[in-house]
């Protein structure tokens, strides 16, 4: 790999980047199926473009490892101790920085708890949240469709799912976004592993019918720090991901002719629309870090045992070697990864997304961007496309009445089993109040609030 000071070294991170990463990409080609890139100040890596050298190095194991213990830079002080992506990067003892026994064990333990969630359950529950969002602004004419709703209806339901307590919610977003933006990056994580920890420590006092007790009681046996990171990971990618997805997907369907057309009521829309942001702008862009275990060559391009290659599944997905392979339906993009570190929530992911977007057009059919599509910007970062609002108009609507969210008790699937597949009850819990939604920034004026921000001061009734 050439030296950090190589021009041949592409930056991912900084506002250019945000604005157009897809140009990045094409010149990155110009390289071939990989190229050197920083992914911060400092910190150097390979970026993998092609659709067929992603799929080599995901289900290739036994020659890439997951595990940032081989991270070469890293060990040797290359990588300053203070950079913004380290908390993405450097080792946990969850499945995602795993390989072989260790790997299936840990994964086990979370794909047996999500097998416990009933999907019907489960959407009845996403639609109830998206209700009460929505009536919080329907009546207004305007809306921040990021900060109001894409970003909030993941936390609801997660909320529900991990049974936990009121406050974590907030505590919890603010430590995602800033670890994906890596704005103080350091602290971000500090706050998520003690939120967690809060949290585990209450579920071993009272545990009860959530994912995160599920967990505990899992054959795996994790400690509490394998449950912190274990619940980490599941968090972090049904939230910010999550958000992104909708936000991105909506931002499609509001702005593409294709699809514009027929917003008022047809899921057929709304499936395309998620298939096409999955395959041209997922919401988590460069990340599937592994490294090489020895030094290997991949079609002529050295790569070095201990280096880190990022595999761009947005690069990947949109390589032109695939082009018309991206008919209607064809789900083979990369959005969830491949090989043995798949996305293990995907049914999940798509199933909260698909209502998200369902219930929306249906309640407010006359959606439109406050402002053209090329002014909307996205927030910086080398591993997520997230945008940083998504203002909308459209005419007022009244809310409807008895809509909530879901109760203690709503859904609990009484009666079954402790083994039973349902979605819990919160009954130790009190119920989310949800307040009104702040003022945020005006459709298409001003500077956009964080993203945590807003959702921190949405929660508050700010």
Known sequence: MP??????????YGPEFAADPAAVYRRLRASGPTAPVELAPGVRATLVTGYDAALHVLRSPETFSKDPRHWRDLADGTVPPDSPVLPMMTYRPSALFTDGGEHARLRGAVTDTLARVDAGTLRGYAERSADTLIDRFAPLGTADLLGEYAQVLPLLVFDRLFGCPAGHGVRLVEAMSGMFDGVDAERAHALLTDTLSDLITLKRR????DLTSWLMEHPAALTDEELIHAVAVLMGAGTEPQQNLIANALRLLLSDERLAGGLSGGTLEVEDALDEVLWTDPPIANYAVHYPRHDTVYEGTPLRAGEPLVVSLAAANTDPALTGTRSAGNRAHLAWSAG???????GQARLIASVALERLLDRLP?????????????????FHRALAALPVTFPPVAARSGTGPPGPGEGEGTGRPPSAPFVPSTAEQPAVEVPAPGPGTAPGHGTPRSAWARTAAWWRGE
């Open 3 to 12: 030296p950090l000071s190589c021009p041949a070294h592409q930056s991912l």
């Open 366 to 382: 006359d959606l439109g961007l406050a402002l053209p599509v090329g002014e909307l910007t996205w927030r910086p970062g080398p």
């Open 340 to 346: 043995p570190h798949t996305c293990p929530a995907q």
């Open 206 to 209: 009272r545990p009860s019918a």
